[in-house]
């Protein structure tokens, strides 16, 4: 058993980080023949591709995928550990797992993710749900065959290392699109900001190569891939660790020298973002002009309490360049109640929104995550104040993410059309700058790049038709 540990995950070291390959013994291919799994996720994109990795594993070794949870006779939660109801959401589904499996004995149930790098969660599943039988983190993944192997011989498994961790290549992808893929450019967090259990959950900043990087890239585009959206925490900062001389602006710039239709890239810290990459998204038409960029706070005090490293000015400075990249939408996110926060503190966050008018907001009250130093920070405003900041907030959020919609009334815009609509006879997908568009149009079109013009605007989506190159 290896459980995981907080002080052990709270160091940074210059250890070197080793690059392996991910192997699996011939032998373990013929574990999952005649079983089907069932999995579900939490949390953000890194997630998301871990969770298709955690697929194509299970699928090399036969084992099927359901939707049908009933049905499975293997279960896990891929969990998140960034705020305390995705913590809940979880623990209400072990629940019912827990139902399923006095039912069904038979089934293997486990959970992995960032909830499973945590200390106290395990301890709690050791305590409480001494049933489950398998628990592995997120530097684990490339070990799941042998994990199940020894699950399947009938012995309880948890797999957690807190270590700062490596970089495994070549894990395969079983990808949720055909047309549009995440690739993971680093791993980890150095940031330490300071209500955020990422780093501890994600390890140290580890960089892969760019080489590895373009090759993947370039598989994908002869693939048939149209985007890859660039993966990490703290893009900006990649390369940084690497024992190299190149960095993130470089990396875009080789990424769209592919020639792959769009490249995407999340999460950009606002401290790392350098006028040399601002010129490489301008330079090419296949980078995408959308930018996330998040400010969590508006006030000076509660950066600095936040372990930021930035100010509203030079957040605001930053901002303006970026508006100057062509027809560029930029998205953030906030947190409200923050411990300490006052009224004085918010409505400078309130200002900050009037005068970013972004084109969306990602909002959140303040959630205080175990071992991080925010935690024990004295927060003596109440719930259901948090609560009206949350809402004014957000009351300014939509206003704005209509009025950035509405500039787009009966205006032209490429989208990239990668799945069905929940609207019959309507394909969905995004234009170059993040917008959600319902775009009427026959299936034939879907992974194509359409000219789509657009007839209605709402909040959170539009809608359009297609316009066929010979009816313009
Ligand atoms: N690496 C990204 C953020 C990843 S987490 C960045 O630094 O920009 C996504 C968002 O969750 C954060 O931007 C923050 O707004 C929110 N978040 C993180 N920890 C939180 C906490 N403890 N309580 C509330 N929101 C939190
Ligand atoms: Fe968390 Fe900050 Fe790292 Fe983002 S940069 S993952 S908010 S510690
Ligand atoms: Fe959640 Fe882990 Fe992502 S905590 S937001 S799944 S990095």
């Known amino acids: 058993m290896q459980k995981p540990c907080l ?125 489950l039988n398998l628990v592995f983190g997120t530097h684990n993944i490339a070990n799941l065959p042998n994990l199940l192997k020894k699950v399947y011989d009938g012995e309880k498994q948890i797999e957690v290392y807190s270590i ?93 020298n592919t020639k792959i239709a769009r490249v995407r890239f999340i999460t950009s810290h606002p401290w790392d973002f350098t006028d040399k990459m601002i010129e490489i998204i301008k330079k090419h038409d296949n980078i995408m002009p959308y930018i996330h960029l998040p400010l969590q706070s508006g006030s000076n005090r509660i950066l600095k309490l936040m372990g930021r490293r930035y100010t509203k000015e030079s957040y605001l400075k930053l901002f303006n360049k970026l508006k100057e990249i062509p027809n560029v939408a930029i998205t953030t996110d906030i947190i409200v109640g923050f411990p300490g926060e006052t009224e004085e503190d918010f409505q400078e966050t309130l200002e900050v929104v009037k005068t970013c008018k972004y084109d969306s907001a990602f909002t959140f009250i303040f959630s205080a995550r175990e071992g991080t130093p925010a935690s024990k920070m004295i927060d003596n405003t109440s719930l259901e104040d948090k609560e009206k900041r949350l809402h004014k907030l957000n009351e300014y959020v939509n206003k704005y993410a209509l009025k950035a919609n509405q500039k787009y009334l009966n205006k032209e815009v490429l989208v990239l059309l990668e799945s069905k609509s929940n609207k019959n006879d309507f394909l969905m997908g995004y234009t170059e700058n993040m917008k959600l568009v319902n775009v009427k149009a026959d299936s034939k079109f879907l992974g194509q790049i359409v000219k789509v013009k657009i007839t209605d605007v709402k909040t959170w989506s539009m809608d359009g038709e297609i316009i066929l190159p010979n009816t313009k």
């Open 164 to 256: 700062e961790g490596d970089i495994i290549e070549e894990i395969p992808a079983k990808r949720d699109s055909k047309y549009k893929a995440w690739v993971n450019i680093m791993y980890g967090c150095d940031k330490f900001c300071t209500y955020c259990i990422v780093p501890y959950t994600r390890g140290k900043q580890r960089s892969r190569k760019m080489n590895d990087i373009i090759k993947e890239v370039q598989e994908l585009k002869n693939q048939g891939y149209k985007e890859v959206t660039l993966l990490g925490q703290n893009v900006n900062a990649y390369g940084k660790d690497l024992d190299s001389n190149y960095d993130m602006s470089d990396l875009l710039e080789a990424v769209a």
């Open 7 to 131: 002080k052990e995950a709270k160091k940074r070291t210059n250890n070197m980080v080793f690059t392996k390959n991910y192997q699996i013994d011939e032998s373990l291919k013929t574990l999952g023949i005649g079983k089907k799994y069932f999995i579900r996720t939490y949390g953000c994109q890194m997630n998301e591709h871990d969770t298709e990795n955690i697929k194509a594993i299970l699928e090399d070794m036969n084992f099927i995928e359901t939707n049908d949870m009933e049905s499975a006779d293997l279960i896990l939660l891929n969990t998140c550990a960034i705020r305390e109801n995705a913590h809940n959401k979880v623990f209400g589904m072990i629940g019912r797992i827990k139902h399923l499996k006095e039912k069904k004995p038979n089934i293997i149930a486990g959970i992995c993710g960032c909830m499973a790098q945590e200390e106290v969660v395990v301890d709690e599943i050791l305590n409480k749900y001494n049933w």
